[in-house]
């Protein structure tokens, strides 16, 4: 259908679209809230899609939140959403762990109380949630006590990252049967304003610098989190689109999976970054190229009134 | 002289060398000393060097103690030795922001107390040795509170590093002008036994990653190290020769500076090693083959005594 990629999605051609998907697949921040802000019209646009017979579905390298803070989250904000319909990087860790890796072991995390709780719900016991301060002089750190059940270390966003934790990770590591799994590699979280603090791709790279080892990961633009959702609910990637602000992320995970791809305009790529990409020649860089652009998710809106 | 390179060095080899080099740079952990042993023999080496007329000095990319500390270290292991003949990253790096930089302001340092008093023995204050636990939520993380007179960002070995420190050289660093300097790039901190911790390298590819900035290195294989000594002492490059147990620091650094090169096996790299870097072909890992090897600094001996 697209003669061209990166198109400005607007008028017949938006029906004709949702026309040729079942499901969407949208990316949360930047794309149907910021900060604890909805975008305006986000919801209804949610709502509306499933009025309409679309399965929609939120995928999300957030590790900081279960499903089920992710749906009350949503329903706080007027979207009609269950947590099933949530993919964040703490569940699909924990998914990932147990059904691709059959991990029947215990974990040494660095990440949040969301994704010791994810893993909790897989089954899959883990160490090294909250502070951990350092102790001893070198030779101690060298001989820190390793769980003997640890068999994979995973590491998502932690506010309580340290020396210590590296280390530790680092001393799991050594095993070279020992799993090494990252939520996402995104540095920077955005925040409202243009603010930002450091993301779990500075943590990861720190854990791998040490370790000599590249972590698998599982969030965008990996293709285990589009996986995740199809096995669950039988989607076909060729009646998927997926929805997104970021190119290196979002909109390449959907190349990466052949699904259709819509960039908006209201978190952090522009269509001139979309472009450079397209004109760069590179071949690995067109898959950051969507199918499609809108400023908004609101866009959407008079087509599915209507 | 060295008609090949990675030659063995024994015999009268070793006299002919010695002849050519007004001057001798030692690393130190692998080469002079293990942990808190001296490399049986070491001592008298660096002692009889000296006694023969020659210069010896001593780079070492730790930067966790000051010119003063190592002295007295290598004072109780029999090494005579001054602390102007020593050369660490910490020493190092405030002399490159006084005297390269010309920094005349204040520097957020991740890294030990003996660079912050370096740093204050050429006059730089800074902010942030010590812990720096997480406190408040994310707005409150991208919003700290910044020291207007800091106008550097300094990297090196932090027992310390944390979240928040790794945060704070973020908002720091996201103004352009602000510098960034780091100690060194080693990724791990070997220990005796075959043991090792995180080294620096780790804490600096977390602010870079973050940062979106890659740092200016001070250490080894840089070569401000060497130039640092050569200004101070009136170096000519082609008669001092680098002694060092690392193929990617020690060895790399005298490539890079046309010093004569000396690996000695009694630390990390192995001749095996050098001789892949040989045979790679690549033009990059010519620089990591030394011109000679030694079992240990000890083979020297006969040839100084006598």
Chains 1, 2 share one sequence.
Not at 115 to 135: C, F, N, R
Request: hydrophobic residues 40%; proline residues 4%; neutral net charge.
């Amino acid at each position: 259908m697209a003669a061209s990629k990166c198109t400005r999605l607007s008028g017949a051609l938006i029906r004709d679209l949702l026309d040729t998907v079942d499901s969407v697949l949208f990316d949360c921040d930047g794309v149907i809230w910021r900060g604890d802000q909805a975008v305006p019209g986000a919801p209804e646009v949610i709502n509306l899609l499933k009025n309409n017979g679309k399965k929609v579905f939120f995928l999300t390298n957030n590790s900081t939140k279960t499903r089920k803070m992710y749906a009350d989250k949503m329903a706080l904000m007027g979207f009609n959403v269950t947590q099933d319909e949530v993919f964040g990087t703490a569940y699909c860790s924990a998914m990932y762990l147990k059904t691709v890796c059959k991990l029947g072991s215990k974990v040494y995390l660095i990440g949040s109380n969301a994704l010791k709780q994810e893993l909790e719900m897989v089954g899959i016991q883990q160490a090294g949630v909250g502070p951990d301060h350092i102790s001893g002089a070198q030779s101690d750190w060298a001989n820190v006590p390793l769980d003997p059940e640890v068999k994979a270390v995973v590491v998502g966003f932690d506010e309580h990252f340290s020396y210590m934790k590296l280390n530790r990770a680092m001393q799991y590591l050594s095993n070279p049967d020992c799993l090494f799994v990252g939520t996402n590699t995104d540095s920077r979280l955005p925040l409202e304003g243009g603010k930002a603090v450091p993301g779990t791709g500075c943590l990861l790279r720190a854990v791998e610098t040490c370790a000599q080892r590249q972590a698998h990961t599982v969030g965008k633009p990996n293709r285990y989190m589009f996986d995740c959702v199809a096995s669950q609910f039988g989607l076909e990637s060729s009646r998927c689109m997926m929805v997104g602000d970021r190119l290196d992320t979002d909109i390449l995970l959907g190349s990466n999976c052949g699904l259709k791809t819509l960039l908006t305009l209201t978190g952090v790529s522009t269509v001139a970054d979309a472009k450079a990409h397209e004109k760069s020649g590179s071949p690995e860089r067109q898959g950051m190229v969507p199918d499609y652009y809108v400023d908004s998710i609101a866009d959407l809106l008079p087509f599915l009134r209507g």
